[in-house]
């Protein structure tokens, strides 16, 4: 790992080398930094990871997934490479320290669509039952409140929201304070990406969908409706 720095130990401008990685510690703030950084430096973010290595020149991230269930290995011949990180990698790897000036990040602004879902305190869903107003509303949302954008299955498979944005069994495991679910109907298989502390709530039409089993607050209502009344309520 190796990044060059100047005199003052700020990150060079125009100096990464071929490969560089970047490694932030694994808190909100960190996976937020990430994010920031990888959108900026138009790098690859990694998310959080459990073990750093190579082979020969190619950088190898593991990953967890599926809320640890299994292990994703994540390879990188070149580039920016940025992740967060319970604990520094051994080995004898070169590591330099370089100190993020605060005013550089605070310029920037991400949306809710860009904003990483791992560490978010904050998670805004749409399902099957919105259309694409419906997730210009959730970002909306969860820009405002500072949160980060997420999707099931049907709803990518729709074309609403990327896959980078899918939460559940086969996507991302997020464990954010507080889950807002508009317009899903919680299958087994999307319940399964999120935390079991998380607190959701949940928007249905259906009085009968099996979300409202695990929510602490419903509301049975068209969420494509509600969503711009609490977008409206938020911003005054």
Known sequence: MDLDT????????????DRTLLIFPATPDGDVLAG?????LDGVLLGRVSDIGFDGDTLIATRPAYGG????????AQGIAIATMNEPPAGDHVIRHAPLAAPAIDRVELSARNAALEGAHLVVSGGRG?????????????RKLGGALGASLPAVDLGLAPVSRQIGQSGHFVTPQLYLAAG????????????AATRI????????????????????????????????????
């Open 6 to 17: 100047n005199e003052a130990g700020e990150v060079a401008p125009n100096q990464y080398p």
């Open 130 to 142: 919105l259309d694409a107003d419906g997730f210009a509303m959730l970002d909306g949302i969860a």
């Open 201 to 236: 709530i949940a928007i249905n039409s259906d009085a009968d969908a099996p979300i409202f089993r695990y929510a602490e607050v419903g509301a049975v209502a068209d969420a494509r409706q509600l969503l711009p009344e609490l977008l409206r309520s938020i911003e005054e």
């Open 69 to 76: 269930r299994i292990r994703l290995e994540l390879r990188l």
């Open 36 to 40: 920031v950084l990888a959108a900026r």
């Open 184 to 195: 899903i109907s919680g299958t087994p298989q999307h319940l399964a990406g999120i935390g």
